[in-house]
């Protein structure tokens, strides 16, 4: 009995590098456009630094509290995890008993997890 592998050509990988070579050249004429063509004006005003309109005060390298680092580091944890719900629900049925306690297993781990984050106190603010 004969196998056959599949071989990949050189040719078969022209049209993404056509589509990648076409999207490179579209971003270096449209930098080079915008840098040729566009109004060259500056000013003191014009060059200051602001942030919505709002003018800078003070030290751009003030300290902010770990506890706001932490509740978006939890945030995105947290809701990563939740990601994995929705194909389990949608797919429930055909997962069985066996994926329903896996997914308690899941579940119990996650929130054991939300717990420890309660219990140490980094979600309270003060």
Wanted: glycine share 6%; charged share 15%; no cysteine.
């Amino acid at each position: 009995m004969e196998t056959t592998v599949n071989q990949y050509l050189p040719s078969d990988y022209l049209p993404i590098l056509i589509q990648f070579a076409a999207a490179l050249g579209f971003v270096i004429f449209a930098l080079v456009t915008t840098h040729l063509l566009g109004p060259k004006r500056s000013s003191a005003v014009k060059d200051a630094a602001w942030e919505s309109g709002i003018e800078s005060v003070g030290d751009a390298r003030t300290p902010i509290s770990y506890k706001y680092f932490m509740t978006a580091i939890l945030f995105v944890l947290f809701d990563v995890e939740i990601i994995f719900l929705y194909p389990w629900a949608v797919n429930f049925r055909e997962f069985g008993m066996e994926g329903f306690v896996q997914m308690m297993v899941f579940m119990v781990l996650l929130l054991t997890g939300f717990f420890y984050v309660l219990k140490k106190g980094i979600l309270k603010w003060e």
